[in-house]
């Protein structure tokens, strides 16, 4: 199973990034799947999963936010954060259930 994130990057509050994760050799469709973030010197906190119906969940940091959503046909997860913040700076990782994890991307969110 392989996850790759993509779409972190440097950008100023107030704006808005893409995350994208594309999952290889899993029943992808089959699972729920998410995306989690930790920052410098915390622990590794949930952002959003989305369930295989495509029912989704936030931490209540990021409602209203951002927004998760899936392609079971391309295997593919996508988060799109607005109004970003310096507080969200941190890597973000997608995963499969907490089994499967992506390699993380970074997203940096300056004052």
């Known amino acids: 199973v392989q996850l790759q994130a993509s779409g972190g990057g440097l950008v100023q509050a107030g704006g808005s990034l893409r995350l994208s994760c594309a999952a290889s050799?899993?029943?992808?469709?089959?699972?729920?799947v998410g995306w989690y973030r930790q920052a410098p010197g915390k622990q590794r906190e949930v952002v959003a999963r989305?369930?295989?119906?495509?029912?989704?969940n936030y931490a209540d940091a990021v409602k209203g936010r951002f927004t998760i959503s899936r392609d079971n046909a391309k295997n593919t997860l996508s988060l799109h954060m607005n109004s970003l913040k310096p507080e969200d700076t941190a890597v973000y990782y997608c995963?499969?259930?907490?089994?499967?994890w992506g390699q993380g991307t970074l997203v940096t969110v300056s004052s």
């Open positions: 995963a499969i259930g907490i089994v499967y």
């Open positions: 050799g899993t029943t992808f469709g089959l699972n729920a």
């Open positions: 989305i369930s295989s119906d495509r029912t989704p």
